[in-house]
C-alpha cells in the first residue's frame, strides 16, 4: 500500500514526497479512515510506529482553512518533550499548509505563551496542567474545539492526570471527536474510555516488530502470589540461563511487594522501575540492567514501553496480562535482533481467561510446563487473592462494648442541615428533572443505553 491509496490531498502528499515517505506504516493504514470517519477513536500503539502521523493526517485533510482564532484540534500529551516532538511532526506535514500550530507546557512563562495564543492558532498541542490554567484565565478559548486527541494516555494516567484530563472535558464542547491512543492497556485507561468515550473504534497495532518465532514461549498454572514467587526465585537460581531477566507485573503496588519479596534472595542482581520511583532511580535501574550490573529487572507494563534493551534472555510475566496487547509487548522485549528469546507466563485460576484472549490473539496455544516438584506450594493469600467476606446483620456477633455509638445529645436544629452543594444547580436539576451541568456527558450515554 502506497499514500496514493489514502486520498489524500496534494499539500499533504508534497510534503510527505518531501519526507521521503512513501508507504503508510501499518497504524497509519489501519487508523486512516476510522480517524476521517469523525467517530471516536481507540489506537493501541507504540511510540515509533508512526502514530502521530497516523491521526495527523485524516486531521490535516479535513482541517478548511480558516481566520477564525480559536483553536479547532487540542492535542494532550504528557510531557513538555512530547509537546515539542509532536509540534515538530506537524509541522512536517504542514509545510504547504496554511495552519498555526502551537505547543503549550508547563515550567515556562504563562504570560509569553498567553501572548502566542493571542495571535490566533489552528492546532494547540498541550500538556493537561498548562492548558488547563491557559483555558481558566481565558487566555484560550476552547468552545470552537472539534477534534481532542489524547496521546500517551497511558503514561497521563499513570502519571496521575487523570482528574486533570476530565476537568478539561467538562469545558470542551460536548459535540467533538474524541481520538486517543495508548501503547499498552491498563485498568484505568479502560476506565476513561468508558466513562467518555461513546462507541470508540478499536485499532490496534499488537505486535510490536518482533517475530514470534524468535521467541519461545511457555507457561504455568501457579495457584497464588507467593508461589509465584517461589516459582521464580527457583526458576532464578539458575543464574546461568537466566541471565538477563525482565520480570513484568501489572501494577506499582505488585512491583514493590515481588521486589521485596525478591530482594531476601536476590539484593545486589536486583532492580525495579515503576512511576513512583524518581526519574532519577529509574534511569539508574535501567542503565544498571542494560549493563548487566543487576540481573533482574523487575518492571510494569507502562514503564517498560520502549526499553530499548539488547540480549534480555528472559521475560518472564509474573502475572497473565489482561489485555492481550501488553503480553504482546511485554514478550517482545526478549529475542530481539534474530536471537532466540523465552518468555515464560505464571497464570493463576482466575487469570485462565486472560490467557485465553492471549493465545486467541496469537492464535496459537502456549504450551503448559508441569509445576515443579521441588517447589512449595504455599497457601497464604495476599490482600486481593482474599475471598471477600461480606457479613450483614449477623446476630451472633456481639458488638463490641467500647465500639463508638451515636452521641448520646442530639444535634442542635441548625446542625442538623446538610449540605447539598451548589443550590443553583439544585434547582435547575429540580426544574429539569435531569443534571444540567455541562460537564454530565454520560447522561446522553446513559440515556441511549435505557
Ligand atoms: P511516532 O510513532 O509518531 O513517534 O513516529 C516515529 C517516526 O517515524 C517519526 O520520526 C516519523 O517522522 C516517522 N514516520 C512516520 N510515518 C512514517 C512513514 N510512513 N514512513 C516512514 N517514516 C515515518
Redesign the pocket.
Known amino acids: 500500500m502506497t499514500f496514493q491509496d489514502l486520498n489524500l490531498n496534494t499539500p499533504l502528499y508534497n510534503a510527505l514526497d518531501d519526507?521521503g515517505?512513501t508507504?503508510?506504516?501499518p497504524v497509519?493504514e489501519q487508523s486512516f479512515n476510522v480517524v476521517a470517519s469523525g467517530k471516536d477513536v481507540v489506537g493501541i500503539a507504540q511510540?515509533?510506529?508512526?502514530?502521530?502521523?497516523a491521526y495527523m493526517l485524516p486531521i490535516l485533510r479535513d482541517l478548511k482553512f480558516s481566520k477564525q482564532d480559536n483553536p479547532r484540534v487540542l492535542v494532550l500529551v504528557p510531557t513538555r518533550e512530547l509537546v515539542i516532538?509532536v509540534v515538530e511532526?506537524i509541522e512536517?506535514l504542514s509545510k504547504y499548509i496554511n495552519n498555526r500550530v502551537l505547543g503549550v507546557y508547563g515550567g515556562t512563562n504563562i504570560n509569553t505563551q498567553k501572548q502566542e495564543v493571542a495571535q490566533g492558532l489552528d492546532i494547540i498541542v498541550a500538556t493537561p496542567g498548562r492548558l488547563y490554567d491557559l483555558a481558566v484565565s481565558r487566555a484560550l478559548q476552547l468552545k470552537s474545539i472539534q477534534k481532542l486527541v489524547i496521546d500517551e494516555v497511558d503514561v497521563m494516567l499513570d502519571l496521575g492526570f487523570r482528574h486533570q484530563l476530565i476537568n478539561i472535558f467538562d469545558i470542551l464542547p460536548q459535540k467533538r471527536q474524541n481520538i486517543m491512543f495508548s501503547a499498552t492497556m491498563t485498568h484505568d485507561v479502560d476506565l476513561l474510555i468508558n466513562d467518555f468515550f461513546i462507541n470508540p473504534e478499536r485499532v490496534s497495532i499488537a505486535v510490536s516488530g518482533t517475530p514470534l518465532e524468535n521467541i519461545e514461549q511457555s507457561r504455568y498454572d501457579v495457584p497464588n502470589f507467593y508461589t509465584k514467587v517461589n516459582l521464580l526465585v527457583q526458576l532464578l537460581n539458575d543464574a546461568e540461563t537466566f541471565h538477563k531477566v525482565l520480570v513484568f507485573v501489572a501494577y506499582k503496588r505488585m512491583a514493590d511487594r515481588l521486589f521485596k519479596k525478591l530482594d531476601e534472595y536476590f539484593k545486589e542482581e536486583l532492580c525495579v522501575i515503576h512511576s513512583n520511583k524518581t526519574q532519577n532511580y529509574r534511569l539508574r535501574s535501567i542503565e544498571q540492567f542494560k549493563k548487566g550490573e543487576n540481573r533482574i529487572l523487575v518492571a510494569t507494563d507502562v514503564m517498560a514501553r520502549g526499553l530499548d534493551i539488547d540480549n534480555v534472555s528472559h521475560v518472564i510475566n509474573f502475572d497473565t496480562p489482561e489485555y492481550p496487547e501488553n503480553y504482546m509487548h511485554r514478550i517482545g522485549r526478549t529475542g530481539r535482533a534474530e536471537r532466540k528469546g523465552v518468555a515464560i507466563t505464571f497464570s493463576t485460576e482466575k487469570e485462565q481467561e486472560h490467557l485465553k484472549n492471549i493465545e486467541g490473539l496469537m492464535q496459537m496455544e502456549i504450551p503448559l510446563i508441569d509445576f515443579p516438584e521441588m517447589v512449595d506450594i504455599s497457601t497464604e493469600l495476599i490482600p486481593e487473592e482474599r475471598p471477600e467476606i461480606k457479613e450483614r446483620n449477623n446476630p451472633t456477633k456481639r458488638k463490641d462494648e467500647d465500639e463508638p455509638g451515636p452521641a448520646f445529645h442530639e444535634k442542635k436544629e441548625k446542625n442538623q442541615k446538610v449540605n447539598l452543594g451548589g443550590s443553583y444547580r439544585r434547582e435547575i436539576a429540580k426544574k429539569y428533572k435531569k443534571p444540567k451541568t455541562r460537564g454530565d456527558k454520560n447522561f446522553n450515554k446513559r440515556n441511549k443505553r435505557k
Do not use: D, I, M
Open positions: 519526507l515517505f508507504s503508510p506504516t497509519q511510540t515509533g510506529t508512526g502514530k502521530t502521523f516532538q511532526e512536517k
